[in-house]
């Protein structure tokens, strides 16, 4: 869920569909939009000689594309033994349940009422599949259950929303808070510097080869926006909707509705650090 086109000065991405990684590789769901770039990105992740797959976000309730997911794993010879979800919004979430059935497996996500199965995730778990590690590294900020799963072997971070390929992701107020946000892109910023993580493998937009990049640059944008917007309040504009219209004049309209929950986020920011 993006709030914005590719920016000036961000990172350039790489591969859209296919391998990514030596051990991740993209199914791209066929829901292209303003608010979804090319599509949501379906991860399948493994290791290279296991026949033991997980996939990531099946994506929205798409039987043409979950079928390919599945079909994509088993050409490769991979059996999917377990789907987890980076987050609820529905074009990562919508399609777990029909996925789940088709490939019997559970479902794992934060918010138990995303699971499939009696296992959840937390903060520090780590899934071992088939020789596969995952470490679950909580993001919360675009939404309150966002997840980043680090794949420490291809020193690659799959992102979900909280770092797309391009463009910036909403911060979803009421739910999102932004310095839940600023915090989760702190701790990705040291899984940089001090995992030698490289590879962003984004839930929306082609893969960033520049990790470290990235999180500086959207750091920077949200640390821009954020002086955006409490100008324009000093200025006497104090509604949402016109923050918007003064911060984001930019950006293409349609993407105005996703802007005003950044703003009210970026607004509840300001007030609870006394800064207007
Ligand atoms: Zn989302």
Redesign the pocket.
Known sequence: ?TDAAALPGQPRGGVLSGSATARAVNVLAPNPSAMTLDGTNTWIVSEPDSDLAVVIDPGPLDDGHLRRVVDTAAEAGKRVALTLLT?G?PD?AEGAARFAGLTGTKVRALDPALRLGDEGLAAGDVITVGGLELRVVPTPG??ADSLCFHLPADRAVLTG?TILGRGTTVVAHPDGRLGDYLDSLRRLRSLTVDDGVHTVLPGHGPVLEDAQGAVEFYLAHRAHRLAQVETAVEDGHRAAADVVAHVYADVDRSLWPAAELSVRAQLEYLTEHGLI
Do not use: V
């Open positions: 869920m987050h919004h990562h675009h939404t929303d």
